[in-house]
C-alpha cells in the first residue's frame, strides 16, 4: 500500500556532501515520526537521525552537527543532509517512517530499500 524509494547514495571524498532523499507514495493520510538509519559492514543497524511529527528532531552524536533531517509534507518526501562526510559514515542507509493510513488502518511503519554510500579517504 506504501512504498519507500530512497535516491542520493554514491561515492564521495572524504569532506564531501550528500542529499539523500526519501519519496513516499500510496494512500498516506499524513506522516507520523520518520527516521534514517544506516548499516556499516560487520555492524548492526543504528538510528542517525529522527525529526517527530511536532517538528522536533534527534541525532546520534557521531553525526550531530553533520547531518540535517529534514521533511516536505507536500511531496511526502524526507531529506537528509549528509556534510562533513568521514569515511566511517560509510554505510547503507535506510529511510523509516512511521505513517498513519487512516481509520481503521491506523499507524505502520514502513522501510526504504536502502542506498549505499561510500566515502572514501
Known amino acids: 500500500q506504501v512504498q519507500l524509494v530512497e535516491s542520493g547514495g554514491g561515492l564521495v571524498q572524504a569532506g564531501g556532501s550528500l542529499r539523500l532523499s526519501c519519496a513516499a507514495s500510496?494512500?498516506?493520510?499524513?506522516?507520523?515520526?520518520m527516521r534514517w538509519f544506516r548499516q556499516a559492514p560487520g555492524k548492526q543497524r543504528e538510528l542517525v537521525a529522527v525529526?517527530?511529527?511536532?517538528?522536533?528532531?534527534n541525532y546520534a552524536d557521531s553525526v550531530k552537527g553533520r547531518f540535517t533531517i529534514s521533511r516536505d509534507n507536500v511531496k511526502n518526501t524526507i531529506y537528509l543532509q549528509m556534510n562533513s562526510l568521514k569515511p566511517e559514515d560509510t554505510a547503507v542507509y535506510y529511510c523509516?517512517?512511521?505513517?498513519?493510513?487512516?481509520?481503521?488502518?491506523?499507524?505502520?511503519?514502513?522501510w526504504g530499500q536502502g542506498t549505499q554510500v561510500t566515502v572514501s579517504s
Open positions: 525529526v517527530h511529527s511536532g517538528g522536533t528532531t
Open positions: 523509516n517512517a512511521d505513517i498513519h493510513l487512516g481509520f481503521p488502518e491506523g499507524l505502520a511503519n514502513y
Open positions: 500510496g494512500s498516506i493520510f499524513s506522516f507520523n515520526a
